[in-house]
């Protein structure tokens, strides 16, 4: 029976309790305690395994020192992970590195003095030095970059490489110029994470430390290079054993993986392919040269595939609908712009480089396991025929009993892709047809929304404001009381309201699809659509209020750039962009400014002048924009000012990393945002001496983490107005009395909306 190791369990028993001084201490959350404990239960593990490979009974006096640097290795991990934002945890996990980092000069003349030096307590040393590296190079890559991860990966990419050339894993001799490399990594990137140093000043450091770490690998690598013919002609069986099981459950895996979260799961492995078994089975009757172009293009294939399916379960998710390869790449820069906005240009920058390096992993690996994998079969003839046969015979049997065992996803994904890029085509055509065909341009000025003459009319957008929010208990639990109070101060205030449904063309996100769709009475669901929308003539319901005599307005907090494309197409006289509001205070997450300071600054600027004309405007109401954290609260209209008054406010609400960690907070944190767009607009229309028309709307559903996969499209809206004249207009529609439709509403695909509104309020034939 093999001894139990007291060392490595009493440096658990330590790390435990150190991780418990810091959560006293510093504070530490699920993903600290988490990171920690793993880290520490593996480093556990590796030592029990290593001591009993060397066959030494315990730890000697040197191992223990390096122990007590792993178990704060491990404590740093676990504040890196945590990631807590202020003084206290950089202070900490600053002083528990530094002491890692002492140690590291202590190990190595005790294990002399006391004639303890081994193989396992020199590979011991490097790979908690290397560890270290690794982990404090994720924190200052927070700040200065994702290119600093390139310090903390270059240990590990050179162990990666050498599963493809042998000749790297070849141990070289000590090198002491190697250990000064690996000290000054430590310390610089310690510094780095004090952030003691000026940024420029630290940049340089980092960039040093990089060029050091570059040329000792270099030299390393080229002593490697020097000798490779010397090493065996084959690789280590067990390691050609493990690639050839890595490479068929890669391959297993591409073929029959869901396209959703929805349909994940550890059950879908044990799927059979048929794609797979009709693969195998050409490449055991054809000649070795088609076979092998086979492989290297069915593993081609196969990567362009499962990219597809990994892009397939993102748009699933946040846009409830696949991946269309004819035009969704138009959405890159906005996708980028949104994840940069929301979590800040470091935590982008680091899953873009993610994102980047799984691509050319993907489209490497792929067909290097395909290729390996059929050399696999060819070499085990008969074993791989009978194999093929027996999974043949089971996937028959599995399709005629109705089994979900028989799988034909991919070739059902290219299949449905493949008819997904046709019909887009032709709908694209028939689209750029319609954008001429507009029978509201022959109608005359003057009759052009008679019924609305002298009126302000608003129509708000509600951000991610979808059907969800009635429906869902967590949501509607902040949504309906905030509809039924907001009703009733509207009412208090004169309003009369009536409600329904639109079905949005997009969901989950890119709102400039719906708001063109609302505008133009088109239903324009992708970026190419709307590009060109905006290149054509094609009347809006705000060109339409300009030429009947109103000055027309769009109110955009989050364009923080030009947009000469949009003012040109819907006819604004004004738009009103981040700059030109007056904001002085902080954004929260995605929206750079509240609502309510968006609704006050439209406001002053527009409703509060004296002789004007009347004014038509689109709002944006963006608080309630995805990720929902951190969330304005509503302050006295009276003291907005400059909206300094928000000053401190974000850094006191809830994180997008403490929110996004449960999906029940995510749902809580997107209704009370919506609840708060509408509490700020009644209060804004209650108190304004004004007397518009308005129409409030969302735009589409939430992303599926809170909508819950296949939710409609619906999304509500309202019409209010003081005078009930305005509403008799639309008697004929049916829609329900207040601000929440109910289950009988009438249902309208949004591009319905800009002609039964011009027919119901003038410019059109009769109200539908």
Request: with cysteine; net charge positive; glycine share 10%.
């Amino acid at each position: 029976m093999r001894p139990v190791q007291r060392g490595p369990l009493a440096g658990l028993v330590t790390l435990v309790a150190l991780l418990g001084v810091l959560a006293a201490t510093v504070g530490l959350d699920r993903a600290g305690w988490l990171a920690g404990g793993i880290a520490g239960v593996t480093l556990t593990g590796l030592v029990a395994r290593g001591l009993a490979r060397s066959g030494a009974a315990r730890l000697g006096p040197a191992n223990r020192v390096t122990l007590a640097r792993a178990v704060l290795v491990c404590a740093v991990t676990a504040l890196v992970a945590d990631g807590r934002p202020g003084t206290g945890p950089v202070v900490a996990l600053v002083l528990v590195a530094s002491v890692a980092l002492v140690l590291d000069g202590v190990d190595g003349p005790v294990a002399r003095r006391t004639g303890t030096v081994s193989a396992f307590g020199g590979r011991f040393d490097m790979e908690v030095d290397a560890f270290l590296i690794l982990v404090l190079s994720v924190q200052v890559a927070r700040d200065h970059g994702p290119w600093v991860l390139a310090i903390g990966a270059a240990r590990y990419l050179l162990l990666a490489a050498g599963c493809l050339w042998p000749w790297l894993r070849v141990a070289g001799p000590p090198r002491y110029w190697g250990k000064v490399v690996a000290a000054v990594q430590g310390i610089v990137l310690t510094v780095a994470a004090s952030g003691l140093l000026p940024r420029r000043t630290t940049d340089l450091a980092l960039l040093a430390s990089l060029a050091l770490l570059a040329e000792s690998f270099g030299r390393e690598v080229g002593w490697k290079w020097r000798r490779r013919h010397a090493l065996p002609a084959k690789a280590h069986p067990a390691r050609v054993v493990v690639g050839h099981v890595v490479a068929l459950a890669v391959v297993w895996a591409a073929l029959v993986a869901p396209d959703s979260v929805a349909g994940a799961g550890p059950g879908v492995l044990l799927r059979i392919p048929l794609e797979g078994v009709l693969l195998v089975g050409l490449v055991l009757v054809l000649p070795v040269r088609p076979a092998r172009l086979l492989a290297a293009v069915a593993g081609l294939a196969l990567a362009l595939l499962t990219l597809l399916r990994l892009l397939d379960v993102g748009f699933k998710a946040s846009l409830a609908r696949p991946f269309d390869p004819l035009y969704d790449w138009g959405y890159a820069g906005s996708a980028t712009d949104l994840l940069r906005d929301s979590v800040g240009g470091t935590s982008a920058n680091v899953v873009l480089v993610g994102v980047v390096l799984l691509t050319v992993v993907v489209l490497v690996g792929m067909p290097a396991a395909t290729l390996r994998v059929t050399t696999l079969v060819r070499r085990h003839r008969g074993p791989s025929a009978r194999a093929a046969t027996a999974l043949g015979v089971a996937w028959v049997l599995s399709a005629v009993v109705g089994l979900q065992a028989a799988s034909t996803s991919t070739a059902a994904l290219a299949y449905d892709r493949v008819q997904l890029v046709r019909e887009s085509y032709l709908g694209q055509r028939e689209f750029i047809a319609s954008l001429t065909d507009d029978p509201l341009t022959t109608v005359p000025a003057d009759d052009l929304l008679t019924g609305l003459r002298g009126r302000d009319v608003l129509v708000v957008f509600v951000e991610s404001y979808g059907k969800v929010a009635l429906e869902d208990p967590v949501v509607a639990g902040h949504v309906v009381p905030a509809l039924d109070r907001d009703t009733a101060a509207l009412a208090a205030a004169g309003f009369h309201s009536r409600s329904a449904f639109l079905t949005s063309p997009t969901y989950g996100g890119l709102s400039w699809l719906a708001h063109s769709t609302l505008q133009s009475g088109l239903r324009v669901d992708h970026q190419r659509r709307y590009d060109a929308l905006l290149a054509s003539p094609r009347m809006t319901l705000a060109s339409a209020f300009r030429q009947a005599g109103w000055r027309t307005v769009d109110v955009v907090p989050s364009n923080t750039r030009p947009w000469p494309e949009g003012e040109r197409f819907y006819g604004w006289d004004r738009v009103y962009a981040e700059a030109d509001l007056g904001y002085a205070g902080p954004s929260f997450g995605y929206a750079t400014m509240p609502d309510q300071f968006v609704l006050d600054a439209f406001g002053r600027r527009e409703l509060g002048t004296g002789d004007r004309p009347p004014v038509m405007a689109e709002i944006d109401l963006v608080s309630s924009h995805t990720p929902w954290a951190p969330l304005p609260e509503a302050v006295p209209w009276e003291d907005l000012g400059d909206g300094s008054i928000f000053d401190g406010m974000p850094e006191r609400g809830d994180t997008v990393t403490e929110v996004w960690r449960d999906p029940e907070r995510v749902r809580d944190a997107y209704g009370r945002s919506v609840a708060y767009s509408l509490d700020v607009l009644t209060s804004f229309l209650a108190r304004s001496a004004a007397d518009p028309v308005v129409v409030v709307l969302g735009d589409h559903q939430p992303a599926s983490v809170v909508s819950g996969y296949g939710a409609s499209h619906d999304v509500p809206v309202s019409v209010l107005a003081r005078d009930p004249a305005v509403l008799r207009r639309i008697t004929p529609w049916r829609w329900t009395p207040g601000l929440q439709p109910g289950g009988r509403s009438p249902v309208w695909p949004m591009e319905a909306f800009r002609d039964r509104f011009l027919a119901a309020y003038g410019g059109a034939s009769g109200a539908h």
